[in-house]
Structure formats: structure tokens, C-alpha cells
T-cell receptor, first 115, second 109 residues
């Protein structure tokens, strides 16, 4: 079955450490996204990528980095520069971005807790 | 600024009907989505509206009024498995998705 796989499901990090969240899709989608979800707030876009080897900052990119070396993969690194990293992180993909109603397919999420 | 408003939490009874409202103020409008998200899981697509009116899909229907900046999601014949958060999202003039905080729906037997 096609879908998006995120790992790990739960992750604990000490302050000052970088961590990388994995996101893999086998839907052959061009666009991939990283969102952050906090209680009482809407999803906030961290980074997105429309094509391999290209990505753009979203609304809250500071303290995060991404890469898109393969169409299927879009890992997110939460760096020590991110001041409040404890959150639920969602990866998503769509056929394309830009104009039109691009339905997002989401992964099951990764919950990061900073100790 | 851009804003999407939804009630934080609603409670309904199994077998009943519930309407979840979403109002928006955005820079332009290119469509509105509803997603369902069970606790700790991935949001899943429910509906998309771009023209005024009602879109029906089984037990779920979604309504849009562009002039009022308003949408609702109607859930009929509620089942316990409908307990979830329901997320409203609007595509603005730059084709960016603006998300509401979601409405947590609690179904009681």
C-alpha cells in the first residue's frame, strides 16, 4: 500500500542535541511538507519541497533544516537552535504544489520531547 | 492577519447530528478543506469546497459560503469512531494553506 512513513514515532532529546526525523513516501508525489502541531494551534509549515534538490522555508523555519536528495525522502533536522522543539511533527506529501486543490497525505507523526 | 476560527471542543451523542463551524478571514480564497485527525494519528482528507453550496459524501457533508467567509462540516448518524479532531484549512491567494486549530469532537453513548 502506498503511503508516508515517519520515524521514529516518539523521540526524546536532551537540550543542545540535534535530532533528525525521517519521512519516506512511496506515492510518487512531487511535493513534500513538514508541519509542526502544538496544542491549541493550527498546523504551522516548517519547510516544503516541490522537487528534488530544492526546498523553501515555511512560516517557522528557524532552528530547522531539511534535505531532498531523493523524491521519496524528506528528512527534517531539529537543531539545537530551535528554542522550543517539543511538539508533534507531521510530514505530508501531495501530487504537486502551486495552484489548485492539492490534497495532502500525512504520515502518522513523530512526537519529539526535549528533556 | 489571516485567521481561521473553529470551536475548540464539542460534545454530541451517538446517533445524533453535529455541525462544526469554521469562519475565515484570509487574503484571498482558493478553496477550503476539512480533515479528520484521531488523537496521535495522521490527519485524513474529508472534503474540499471551492464553490458555494453543500457537498455531500455519505454521513459527512460540507457547506461553503464565500461571501460570509463561512463553512461547516455536518456529521450525521454519529458513531463512536467519529470522536476525533476536525481541522479546517483555507487556501489563500498565494495558494498557501492556512489551518485552524481544530475542533475536538467527543461522542457520548
Amino acid at each position: 500500500d502506498g503511503g508516508i512513513t515517519q520515524s521514529p514515532k516518539y523521540l526524546f532529546r536532551k537540550e543542545g542535541q540535534n535530532v533528525t526525523l525521517s519521512c519516506e513516501q512511496n506515492l510518487n508525489h512531487d511535493a513534500m511538507y513538514w508541519y509542526r502541531q502544538d496544542p491549541g494551534q493550527g498546523l504551522r509549515l516548517i519547510y516544503y519541497s516541490q522537487i528534488v534538490n530544492d526546498f523553501q522555508k515555511g512560516d517557522i523555519a528557524e532552528g530547522y533544516s531539511v534535505s531532498r536528495e531523493k523524491k521519496e525522502s524528506f528528512p527534517l533536522t531539529v537543531t539545537s537552535a530551535q528554542k522550543n522543539p517539543t511538539a508533534f511533527y507531521l510530514c505530508a506529501s501531495s501530487i504537486e504544489t502551486g495552484s489548485g486543490a492539492n490534497v495532502l497525505t500525512f504520515g502518522a507523526g513523530s512526537r519529539l520531547t526535549v528533556l | 492577519g489571516q485567521n481561521i476560527d473553529q470551536p475548540t471542543e464539542m460534545t454530541a451523542t451517538e446517533g445524533a447530528i453535529v455541525q462544526i463551524n469554521c469562519t475565515y478571514q484570509t487574503s484571498g480564497f482558493n478553496g477550503l478543506f476539512w480533515y479528520q485527525q484521531h488523537a496521535g494519528e495522521a490527519p485524513t482528507f474529508l472534503s474540499y469546497n471551492v464553490l458555494d453550496g453543500l457537498e455531500e459524501k455519505g454521513r459527512f457533508s460540507s457547506f461553503l459560503s464565500r461571501s460570509k467567509g463561512y463553512s461547516y462540516l455536518l456529521l450525521k448518524e454519529l458513531q463512536m469512531k467519529d470522536s476525533a479532531s476536525y481541522l479546517c484549512a483555507v487556501i489563500d491567494s498565494n495558494y498557501q494553506l492556512i489551518w485552524g486549530a481544530g475542533t475536538k469532537l467527543i461522542i457520548k453513548p
